[in-house]
Structures are given as structure tokens and as C-alpha cells.
T-cell receptor, first 111, second 113 residues
């Protein structure tokens, strides 16, 4: 498996609280991505990064922010969690625009 | 709008049988098409990747085909095993973009003993 870890793996939180998810890689890949996966939908891109401090929005970025201060870490923050953000979140990495390697996922429940 | 449609949504077959999953896309300009396998509770894992000039790619019992003219791809699984039970996701990338990666909703395959 590619060296990608996500933390936490499971989290239950309440509406209105801030939440930060962490993705850590040991592969030194340039690109890092955050996706959410919901029933009936394909994986949808939230934000991605193409280098340290270089990030851009995906198709479902509202309510989310990201930061990448080091090559190996990509943080996803929900400033004020809502029930619609209950989902499974996947981090992915890639060196080029070809194959992406996915982390194990974080299951987030917002009550 | 760029889209990736997969069929069927779900499929149940007996162990040892073959099956074929379909993927139609409208992504343009096209860069590459990938098939991923996602086990329950895990992240997707790449099976194959094909560019415009490739029309078939194999990975063990998995064979993917691509018809870039009709914008269709298929994933054929030979001699299915119980461990093949998973979701299979078709993913198409738009040329010259690191973020324009369109995921299909997947086909949920169940293998019965």
C-alpha cells in the first residue's frame, strides 16, 4: 500500500463545532486531494494541492478549507460542521496526473 | 457537463462465473481512464489505467477495454472469486488538468458461493 494515513479514522461531532482531518503521506508525492464519498454519488473533489502552500478548490468546496504547510501533510478543516457534511472522507496522492493512491478513509458523523 | 455513467449499479453472480461491467463517459478532452476496486470500508485501489491510444489492458483476471471513439469502456472479470466482491469505479481524467478527474458512481459486485 502507498504510505498514506488518515486521522482520525472515525469521528462523531455536533453541529457547529470545528473539525480537522489529517492526511499524511510518506511517498513525497506532489499532488494531494480530499474527496468525500456519499451513497449514490461518485467520489467528489473538495480541495486539492499541487505543492506546499498551493491549493485549489474542487467541485464541493463550500464549508471546507485546507492547508498544506509541509509536503507530507494535507489538512481538511470544517469550520462549523453541518449535518450535510456527514460523509466518508478520502485523501489521495499522486505524483503525476495518472494513478491516484487513496488513504483508508475517515468516517465523519455530524449530529 | 463531463460525466461518467456506470452500469449496472449492482450485480450478483456465482463464484467462478465471468462478468462485464460498463462505463460510458462524456469527458473531453480525454486524458486517461482508470478502473478502481473498492472493498467495503477501504479506499479505492487502482486496477488499470488506459490512455487514448490503448484499447485493452489486463491485470490478472481483470481486463479493461477502451473505445475512445464511442467513449465506452468495460471491465471484464474472469473466473470470479469471493474476494472480487467489491465496488468497481470507473474514473476519467480530463487532459491537462490535475483536478478534472470524474468518478463514476460505481458498480457493486457481489459474488455468491
Amino acid at each position: 500500500d502507498a504510505g498514506i494515513t488518515q486521522s482520525p479514522r472515525h469521528k462523531v461531532t455536533e453541529t457547529g463545532t470545528p473539525v480537522t482531518l489529517r492526511c499524511h503521506q510518506t511517498e513525497n508525492h506532489r499532488y494531494m486531494y480530499w474527496y468525500r464519498q456519499d451513497p449514490g454519488h461518485g467520489l467528489r473533489l473538495i480541495h486539492y494541492s499541487y505543492g506546499v502552500k498551493d491549493t485549489d478548490k474542487g467541485e464541493v468546496s463550500d464549508g471546507y478549507s485546507v492547508s498544506r504547510s509541509k509536503t507530507e501533510d494535507f489538512l481538511l478543516t470544517l469550520e462549523s460542521a453541518t449535518s450535510s457534511q456527514t460523509s466518508v472522507y478520502f485523501c489521495a496522492i499522486s505524483e503525476s496526473r495518472d494513478t491516484q493512491y487513496f488513504g483508508p478513509g475517515t468516517r465523519l458523523t455530524v449530529l | 457537463k463531463n460525466q461518467v455513467e456506470q452500469s449496472p449499479q449492482s450485480l450478483i453472480i456465482l463464484e467462478g462465473k465471468n462478468c462485464t461491467l460498463q462505463c460510458n463517459y462524456t469527458v473531453s478532452p480525454f486524458s486517461n481512464l482508470r478502473w478502481y476496486k473498492q472493498d467495503t470500508g477501504r479506499g479505492p485501489v487502482s486496477l488499470t489505467i488506459m490512455t487514448f491510444s490503448e484499447n485493452t489492458k489486463s491485470n490478472g483476471r481483470y481486463t479493461a477495454t477502451l473505445d475512445a471513439d464511442t467513449k465506452q469502456s468495460s471491465l471484464h472479470i474472469t473466473a470470479s472469486q469471493l474476494s472480487d466482491s467489491a465496488s468497481y469505479i470507473c474514473v476519467v481524467s480530463e487532459e491537462s488538468s490535475a483536478s478534472k478527474i470524474i468518478f463514476g458512481s460505481g458498480t457493486r459486485l457481489s459474488i455468491r458461493p
